[in-house]
């Protein structure tokens, strides 16, 4: 599975969860919150898998050993995303490098 196969498959199932998730008076809160991710999830899928930000993604591990598996993001990465209403998918990409920039590499 390519890093963008991965990291679009997380995002995908983020979005799922949103969708599912049935919350009284969230004021549209989680189908925002789906609908940007899902939005990402074709952004994402349209990276060259030479995308800095897919690099930075693997060289702190969010790809596992060698940089070639299952996306699995590190806390802060997974808080941004968990809690992404809206914006443009860059945006979200922006803030997941910006947690990055910060985490030890």
Known sequence: MSRTESLAGYLRT???KKLDRVEPRDGGRNARSALA????????????EDDPLL??????????PGGGGEF???EEVA???RFWEAGEPR?????IRS???GSPA
């Open 99 to 101: 947690a990055l920039q």
């Open 55 to 64: 690099t930075a993604l693997a060289d702190v591990g969010c790809f596992g």
């Open 14 to 16: 983020q979005a799922r």
């Open 37 to 48: 991710l899902l939005d990402a999830t074709v952004y994402v899928e349209a990276l060259g």
């Open 72 to 74: 699995r993001p590190d």
């Open 79 to 81: 808080r941004i995303v």
């Open 91 to 95: 945006q979200l990409l922006a803030a």
